[in-house]
């Protein structure tokens, strides 16, 4: 994996699921955590900084578990004697995003069941990480690999069905232990 300077490190969410650490993301977490306490929004955002200076400029590795990542963020402002908003912190994970096209390159052209075995390995990753988000995307070149085709036909529209069905049914099937999944599936 490559690491850009001052870039922050991605959060590994499951066993095989990354996910980006954005500033909005993280800045919308802490905001959240403050709801019901008296801490202003600016030092929110304040905060929401300072976690981002440690992990683009000190935190060495290029992926940090997101356990790990609460467990530090919690630390953090238990330091800075924010407890109640340590205690507020929900530990919700961001959206996971899953690359349909590089699935397909993975598992090779027309190798279609070992393309539905590594997206529901990385589907399950991520819910049974606490995702509760799912952005799939590259859908169209993803089908065109997979039916080692360059014009869409009849043959793409039915894989792309096969697929699209197939995560409904994962989000189906998940949705009796996590009721708030949500998942986007991008074209």
Known sequence: MIALPAALPLIRIGADSLALCKTEWLTETLADATNGTNIPDWLAT??????????????????????????????????????????????????????????????????????????????????????????????????????ASKMWSTACESLKEEITGFLDMELARSAHHMPALSMHVYH
């Open 46 to 147: 304040d905060i929401c900084k300072g976690i981002e200076n440690y992990l683009a400029n000190h935190y060495t590795g290029t992926t940090i578990d997101s356990a790990e990542l609460f467990r530090q963020i919690r630390i953090t402002l238990e330091k800075v004697g924010l407890n109640d908003v340590a205690e507020n912190l929900n530990e919700t994970v961001p959206p996971v995003r899953i690359s349909l096209s590089d699935l397909a390159r993975r598992a090779g052209n027309g190798y279609e069941l070992a393309f539905f075995h590594l997206l529901e390995t990385q589907f399950r990753s991520a819910t049974n990480g606490g995702a509760q988000t799912l952005e799939c995307y590259g859908l169209e070149k993803c089908v065109k690999q997979l039916s």
